[in-house]
Protein backbone atom coordinates (compact mmCIF):
# COMPACT_ATOMS: atom_id res chain seq x y z
CA UNK A 1 0.00 0.00 0.00
CA UNK A 2 1.49 3.41 -1.02
CA UNK A 3 1.05 6.47 1.47
CA UNK A 4 -0.05 9.63 -0.83
CA UNK A 5 1.28 12.92 0.40
CA UNK A 6 -0.15 16.23 0.03
CA UNK A 7 2.82 19.25 -0.51
CA UNK A 8 2.70 23.19 1.06
CA UNK A 9 5.06 25.59 0.87
CA UNK A 10 6.02 28.08 3.69
CA UNK A 11 7.72 31.29 2.04
CA UNK A 12 8.59 34.43 3.26
CA UNK A 13 10.04 37.53 1.84
CA UNK A 14 11.51 39.84 4.95
CA UNK A 15 11.99 36.62 7.33
CA UNK A 16 14.54 33.68 6.66
CA UNK A 17 13.40 30.61 7.11
CA UNK A 18 16.44 28.51 7.09
CA UNK A 19 18.33 28.01 10.00
CA UNK A 20 15.84 29.35 12.51
CA UNK A 21 15.17 26.16 14.03
CA UNK A 22 11.45 26.61 12.14
CA UNK A 23 11.68 22.55 10.65
CA UNK A 24 12.44 21.60 14.09
CA UNK A 25 9.45 23.70 15.94
CA UNK A 26 7.04 22.14 13.71
CA UNK A 27 8.21 18.62 13.75
CA UNK A 28 8.13 18.95 17.75
CA UNK A 29 4.58 19.83 16.96
CA UNK A 30 3.76 17.91 15.07
CA UNK A 31 4.55 14.77 17.16
CA UNK A 32 3.33 16.47 20.21
CA UNK A 33 -0.36 16.33 18.53
CA UNK A 34 0.36 13.31 16.73
CA UNK A 35 0.33 14.80 13.12
CA UNK A 36 2.23 12.52 10.08
CA UNK A 37 4.57 14.99 8.52
CA UNK A 38 7.45 15.23 6.54
CA UNK A 39 9.45 18.44 6.30
CA UNK A 40 12.66 19.78 4.34
CA UNK A 41 14.17 22.76 3.12
CA UNK A 42 13.39 23.48 -0.34
CA UNK A 43 16.98 22.82 -2.57
CA UNK A 44 15.88 24.56 -5.68
CA UNK A 45 14.22 27.41 -4.55
CA UNK A 46 15.81 30.46 -1.47
CA UNK A 47 14.06 30.86 1.29
CA UNK A 48 11.24 27.96 0.54
CA UNK A 49 10.46 24.84 3.57
CA UNK A 50 8.46 22.52 2.02
CA UNK A 51 6.15 19.94 4.65
CA UNK A 52 4.00 17.09 3.60
CA UNK A 53 0.78 15.72 4.75
CA UNK A 54 -0.84 12.56 4.36
CA UNK A 55 -3.15 13.09 2.34
CA UNK A 56 -6.60 13.94 3.41
CA UNK A 57 -5.21 15.13 6.72
CA UNK A 58 -6.55 18.71 7.98
CA UNK A 59 -4.01 21.22 7.66
CA UNK A 60 -5.46 23.97 9.67
CA UNK A 61 -3.70 23.34 12.90
CA UNK A 62 -0.29 23.04 11.01
CA UNK A 63 -0.97 26.20 9.55
CA UNK A 64 -2.12 28.45 12.50
CA UNK A 65 0.90 26.76 14.29
CA UNK A 66 3.37 28.64 11.50
CA UNK A 67 1.79 31.43 11.30
CA UNK A 68 2.03 32.12 15.10
CA UNK A 69 5.78 31.41 14.57
CA UNK A 70 6.07 33.37 11.85
CA UNK A 71 3.00 35.60 11.18
CA UNK A 72 4.92 37.36 7.65
CA UNK A 73 5.01 33.75 6.09
CA UNK A 74 2.55 32.73 3.38
CA UNK A 75 1.85 28.64 3.05
CA UNK A 76 0.18 27.26 0.31
CA UNK A 77 -0.50 23.73 -0.63
CA UNK A 78 1.63 23.02 -3.96
CA UNK A 79 1.17 19.52 -4.87
CA UNK A 80 -1.88 16.99 -4.27
CA UNK A 81 -1.97 12.95 -4.10
CA UNK A 82 1.98 12.14 -4.41
CA UNK A 83 3.16 8.65 -3.25
CA UNK A 84 6.75 8.13 -2.42
CA UNK A 85 7.55 12.38 -2.38
CA UNK A 86 10.90 14.24 -2.33
CA UNK A 87 10.42 17.47 -0.96
CA UNK A 88 13.76 19.05 -1.70
CA UNK A 89 12.90 19.32 -5.72
CA UNK A 90 8.84 19.34 -6.69
CA UNK A 91 10.21 18.16 -10.43
CA UNK A 92 11.75 15.07 -9.15
CA UNK A 93 7.74 14.13 -8.01
CA UNK A 94 6.52 13.76 -11.75
CA UNK A 95 5.59 10.29 -12.07
CA UNK A 96 5.80 11.15 -15.73
CA UNK A 97 10.06 11.26 -15.64
CA UNK A 98 10.33 7.52 -14.97
Known amino acids: M ?9 RSKTVPLHGIKLRG ?12 CLMENASDEDNVVRFALLSFTDS ?24 NPVLSKLKVNDETRY
Not at 2 to 10: G, H, K, P, Q, T
Not at 25 to 36: A, L
Not at 66 to 77: G, K, M, R, S
Open 25 to 36: SIRKFTIENEIT
Open 2 to 10: LLSWDFYEI
Open 60 to 83: KKIKDFIQNLVPEATIEESLKNIP
